[in-house]
């Protein structure tokens, strides 16, 4: 269990340097920290060192609010365009301090004593993994940044004070850390129970296929050169995880019924469900941010709670027929009745959105958690009845991610899963050779409707409905990852951004519906368009830019400190 616990803790503090007395000339060996004369002579010891960079993994965030799927209490800067180039910026302090950790620790690899090498070539790939993470983090928000392959000194004027490189050069070492990686890292198979929770090659080839489908996406969107090679190891990449046969999708409806779905998000290591299934039964999480009742709670558990799904993001799901429910032969039942709008819909939003008049759970007091012994017991929970600014702004709500047991809770965030890989390779295939044949929907797409009970995505029934597949793709990816961070970033890739965020931000229907004529609802205080839809956010305040907001502007201060510095497009003014 030691090694879950460094990784869960985050514990490598270590203190690198010696300490030398001034007055008599002599090296100390301070008894009481971990210092560099006596580190780095084991395989254990880079193994700990290693675990420090685990903690720095993406885990419960609020990003979707940053899109058009989601609105949040007040207004997001980034969702609207509002936000202004800052002195300082979390993702690149953190990312460049990071670098320096792992630059360090990936030259301690290359001095270490040639009997030591081969028992710490695994410590080395996680770290060239972890390099490539951050880059890629950079890489994402900024574009080009500066490429740091050592950790620096002051001396390093050079590296210190140099320009940006350029996007192709830090897409090009990020491919290249991965590429080193993946051959020495083990199959997840392959990693001992206490070690669970390690970068394994098939994490490392599912990151390679997310940032490949990135890049080469942004490359062909944006007009830049060299997107078929990207698109190329995007498909290759999630190819080789679908095939290596060690993971698979969460789909425990034999013994959780319909509502299986819900409970992979909320796993713990007691029970968190009617079935008593933990994380141990969990093999569709391939990197995780690992959190523990006892030893790291997670930090938020309400997640979802802080996420209210616009009627953009409730409009995406399917009929139950596989049909847009605006299609002319959609079963969609319309805006009528407060549950009108979810019966014959996809399954995942029954699932993850709770439904006016349903009760509900939450774990912040006993009386709000679920009694497995007594499901049904009226005097706990929570019934939704649409308090508009206490239990949602939208008129929905979402329950992805949220338990129904008491804290201290448990419950991992999935840094990247199974089913992101499957959307890969039916994205990447469809984007390199603008078509998709059914055995690679049934290889990928289909596998996410299967777990659902959703008819098969095909070519005959696209074609015989007038749809686009290219937007059923994009329609799945939203709907199966919504809430997990990734929409801005879509948005971004697929240069769309300049449409969707300039929309204006929207809830449920009111005029003509149970709402309006529901006294409950009379002072609802929202705008109402011409749809007779509520107006959270208007377009007119809604900005974004095409020519600047695309990618965000470097802190001000790094640009103050080293002129070479160029700021991003459309930024020197703000």
Not at 218 to 237: C, N, P, Q, T
Not at 348 to 374: A, C, H, K, V
Request: with cysteine; hydrophobic share 35%; aromatic share 12%.
């Amino acid at each position: 269990m030691k090694t879950r616990k460094y990784i869960m803790l985050g514990c490598c503090f270590l203190l690198l340097g010696s300490t030398a007395s001034c007055e008599y000339g002599l090296d100390i060996i301070s008894p009481d920290v971990i210092s560099e004369p006596v580190y780095f002579k084991t395989a254990d010891e880079f193994k700990q060192y290693a675990n420090q960079f685990y903690e720095g993994m993406s885990t419960f965030n609020s990003d979707d609010d940053m899109s058009d799927i989601c609105k949040p209490s007040g207004f997001n800067n980034v969702s609207n365009s509002t936000y202004i180039a800052g002195t300082t910026d979390g993702t690149w302090d953190g990312a460049y301090a990071a670098l320096r950790s792992i630059n360090y620790g990936l030259e301690k690899c290359a001095d270490a004593p040639a009997d030591l090498k081969e028992s710490i070539k695994v410590y080395e790939a996680e770290m060239k993994f972890f390099r490539a993470y951050q880059y890629f983090n950079l890489l994402k928000r900024f574009g080009g940044v500066p490429l740091i392959e050592k950790s620096l000194t002051t001396e390093d004027t050079d590296e210190l004070y140099g320009p940006r490189d350029s996007r192709e050069t830090i897409a090009a070492f990020i491919k290249k850390n991965l590429d080193e990686a993946i051959p020495v890292l083990p199959l997840e198979s392959e990693i001992a129970t206490d070690d669970k929770g390690r970068i394994s090659r098939g994490a490392a080839q599912a990151f390679k296929a997310r940032f490949s489908l990135f890049e080469g996406t942004w490359r062909k969107f944006h007009g830049l050169e060299g997107a078929d090679e990207y698109l190329d190891d995007a498909v290759s990449a999630s190819y080789d995880v679908i095939m290596s046969g060690e993971y698979e999708l969460w789909d425990h409806r034999a013994e959780l019924g319909e509502l299986a779905y819900k409970y992979y998000f909320t796993l713990s290591k007691v029970k968190a469900n009617p079935a008593g299934l933990t994380k141990a039964d969990n093999k569709e999480t391939i990197i995780t941010q690992r959190y523990d009742e006892d030893l790291r709670e997670a930090p938020r558990p309400e997640h979802s709670a802080s996420l209210c799904p616009t009627k953009k993001l409730a409009d995406m799901y399917l009929d139950n027929t596989g049909l847009p429910i605006d299609h002319p032969n959609s079963v969609f039942q319309g805006y009528d009745r407060l549950t009108s709008e979810y019966e014959n819909r996809d399954p995942r939003m029954t699932t993850f959105f709770i439904e006016p008049g349903d009760r509900f759970w939450l774990f912040s007091q006993p009386m709000y958690n679920i009694d497995w012994n007594n499901m049904d017991d009226p005097n706990r929970g929570i019934i939704y009845n649409v308090d508009f600014g206490f239990w949602t702004q939208t008129g929905y709500r979402s329950l992805k991610f949220e338990s129904e047991i008491t804290f201290p809770l448990g419950c991992d965030w999935p840094v990247l899963r199974y089913t992101e890989v499957l959307l890969i390779y039916a994205e990447a295939v469809y984007e390199k050779n603008g078509a998709i044949s059914d055995d690679d929907l049934n290889l990928s797409i289909n596998e996410l409707r299967d777990r659902v009970g959703m008819p098969h995505l095909t070519n005959d029934f696209v074609t015989t409905n007038g749809l686009d597949m290219r937007e059923e793709i994009r329609r799945e990816r939203t709907v199966e990852l919504c809430l997990e961070g990734y929409r801005l970033d879509d948005l971004r890739r697929w240069k769309t951004a300049e449409y969707e965020l300039n929309e204006p931000l929207r809830g449920i229907k009111y005029k003509g519906t149970e709402y309006e004529t529901d006294g409950r609802w009379d002072n609802i205080g929202y705008e109402i368009d011409d749809e007779g839809v509520i107006v959270l956010e208007s377009a007119e305040n809604r900005k974004f830019d095409p020519e600047k907001h695309y990618l965000f502007p470097l802190p001000t201060r790094q640009i103050l400190l080293n002129p070479q510095l160029e700021q991003n497009p459309g930024w020197n003014q703000n």
